[in-house]
């Protein structure tokens, strides 16, 4: 659809944009392509834009080689418009030359961006395909490879540069993908409640009525007496959760709940998908 491509576009222009500003100026490497050009950028000189091409662009055709066709044209419009934003934007004046201060908002940055650009179901190619390609003939977990591949750019980072500045890039690592998953699951938190009772009924009318939420009962047995126990499970807004708990308390002071923060609910009453 024409909205994933405007998602890939808007978010590489992003990345690119908080590369420029707030992680090269302050050589905050943190992982990926754009910390290998930020290397290179300060050892060798090179142009970070044609650096990322370099590595771009074979790593796209490897995973097709390697990995089959599921990237598609998205993935190869983001492995090309980033680094032609990063050459384009790259005379603006940064943002801080406070290392800290660029490695949280250039983390915030490319946290931001490729939240959107995995929002159009692509993403911007890099090292993320080299790790799927290690991860599919090694058998080492997806998440351990791409923690591979970023951690020894950074402990690059931290030798090229000095130690700080490879802890920054930590920093802005760990600022990106919180980033990721804020975009992702959105500002909105839910509650879980799971609900063991003895007064059933009452509760589950008062979750129906008086929150207006819906509930499921689910089938349990009790670890001790091995007498069936059902379990009320229920899912509220967390405006909604304390009128949840006063209810249950009212209802039955003895009940044993459980609450557990839902990340993302999709569903009648919620979000749609």
């Not at 222009?13 to 090269?24: C, D, P, R, S, Y």
């Not at 074979?58 to 190869?76: E, H, N, R, S, W």
């Not at 090229?160 to 990721?180: H, M, N, P, Q, R």
């Not at 008062?206 to 509930?215: A, E, F, P, T, Y």
């Amino acid at each position: 659809m024409a909205i994933d491509y405007l998602f890939v576009l808007i978010g590489a222009a992003i990345i690119g944009l908080a590369f420029n500003v707030f992680l090269l100026p302050n050589q905050v490497a943190s992982g990926g392509v754009s910390g290998i050009s930020t290397i290179l950028k300060t050892t060798l000189g090179l142009e970070p834009a044609y650096v990322q091409w370099a590595f771009n662009i074979p790593l796209f055709i490897a995973g097709v080689v390697f990995l089959g066709k599921q990237f598609g044209v998205k993935t190869l419009v983001g492995t090309i418009f980033l680094p032609l934003v990063v050459f384009f934007t790259k005379n603006i004046e940064p943002w801080t030359h406070d290392a800290l201060l660029g490695a949280l908002f250039g983390g915030i940055g490319v946290g931001l961006g490729l939240g959107i650009v995995f929002r159009g179901r692509a993403s911007t190619g890099g090292t993320d395909l080299a790790a799927q390609i290690i991860n599919k003939y090694t058998g080492f977990t997806l998440g351990r490879c791409v923690v591979m591949i970023d951690g020894l750019i950074v402990l690059t980072a931290a030798i090229v540069f000095d130690i700080e500045k490879g802890l920054y890039a930590l920093i802005a690592l760990y600022v990106t993908s919180k980033t990721i998953d804020l975009v992702q699951v959105g500002f909105g938190r839910s509650k879980m409640a799971m609900i063991i009772t003895s007064k059933q009924e009452e509760v589950r009318a008062g979750i129906l009525n008086k929150i207006d939420r819906g509930v499921t009962k689910l089938s349990a047995y009790g670890g001790f007496t091995d007498h069936e126990r059902p379990v009320l499970m229920c899912v509220v807004d967390q405006t909604e959760f304390t009128k949840l708990k006063q209810l249950v308390e009212t209802l039955d002071p003895s009940a044993f709940v459980v609450v557990m923060d839902a990340a993302e609910v999709l569903g009648e009453g919620f979000k749609r998908a």
